[in-house]
């Protein structure tokens, strides 16, 4: 039990720093991006080939992958993102999910579908809390995701940066009379969320398996964590991303691991079903 408890805040931590980058575009700039699963697949790549090709440790690579995935995300806001917003809504929902096809597919031909792990990084072994064996992967992935949490909420809370954000997200045309750009804010999250996102997924390669199609599960379980923790809500979609881990690691320990997924899309009905707008959402 007890492991199954370290285990599920483990990756609760995880689930709620990818799913915080997800929040962050969706509250303030009002775009859901269906690609963000594979701009973590993305920067697992990256940090996979800068271990294979440079030697260097994912735990080295990760803040240059996060600032190349932070200039790409610029660059998609910048090139499609941007141009669509003119247009109706539903065109920049269709642009978001195309490029995660485009990626994947891209991802797919170009490294080939097959599985791939890294052995032997810095983090290779185990940590023993409380006599439970802890992979130190994990931990120190799980830790470093906690602090990110923790600097996108003072960035957004704590910083005259951050009531920028707020005022866009707020009401962009006060916000833009006032001398607030909105485009160049909207920019500015993108490349927050791609960077966050790139610095777990470069993270992730010292334990989790790298392929073209890991984008989709952790992208799915940040867009239940942001839908459930309540639309235009951080600590909710935060909070929702770590009571998704637990869910999933009780699920698989007191019911069936092949069912682990289960409790966290009945929890997620059960909550929409209550709360349509989320347990922390703007009613």
Request: one cysteine or more; glycine letters at 10%; hydrophobic letters at 60%.
């Amino acid at each position: 039990m007890l492991e199954a408890l370290y285990s599920g805040l483990l990756d609760g931590l995880l689930y709620a720093a990818v799913a915080l980058g997800l929040a962050l575009i969706w509250g303030i700039t009002d775009v859901i991006n269906f690609a963000h699963g594979e701009f973590l697949m993305l920067g697992m790549y990256a940090a996979y080939w800068l271990f294979t090709l440079a030697h260097l440790d994912p735990l080295l690579s990760a803040p240059l992958v996060a600032v190349v995935l932070g200039f790409f995300g610029f660059g998609v806001y910048a090139l499609i993102i941007r141009r669509l917003r003119k247009g109706p809504p539903t065109a920049v929902i269709l642009a978001t999910f195309g490029l995660g096809l485009v990626m994947r597919q891209a991802a797919a031909i170009a490294f080939t579908p097959n599985y791939r792990n890294l052995s032997h990084t810095f983090l290779s072994g185990s940590v023993t809390i409380t006599g439970v064996h802890l992979g130190r992967p994990q931990f120190v992935t799980a830790l470093i995701a906690l602090a990110l949490v923790a600097v996108v909420f003072w960035l957004v809370y704590r910083t005259r940066w951050g009531q920028a954000l707020q005022a866009v997200a707020e009401d962009r045309e006060v916000a833009a009379f006032v001398g607030i750009s909105p485009q160049r804010v909207d920019a500015q999250v993108w490349m927050l969320s791609s960077a966050v996102v790139g610095l777990v997924g470069a993270l992730l390669t010292s334990f989790f398996y790298i392929f073209p199609s890991v984008g989709a599960v952790f992208g799915l379980l940040a867009f239940v964590a942001v839908c459930m923790g309540g639309f235009g809500s951080l600590l909710g979609a935060a909070l929702a991303g770590l009571l998704i881990g637990l869910i999933e690691s009780f699920t698989g320990y007191l019911i069936e691991p092949a069912l682990k997924t289960l409790g966290i899309f009945v929890l997620f009905v059960a909550v929409l079903w209550w709360r349509p707008r989320g347990l922390f959402g703007r009613w």
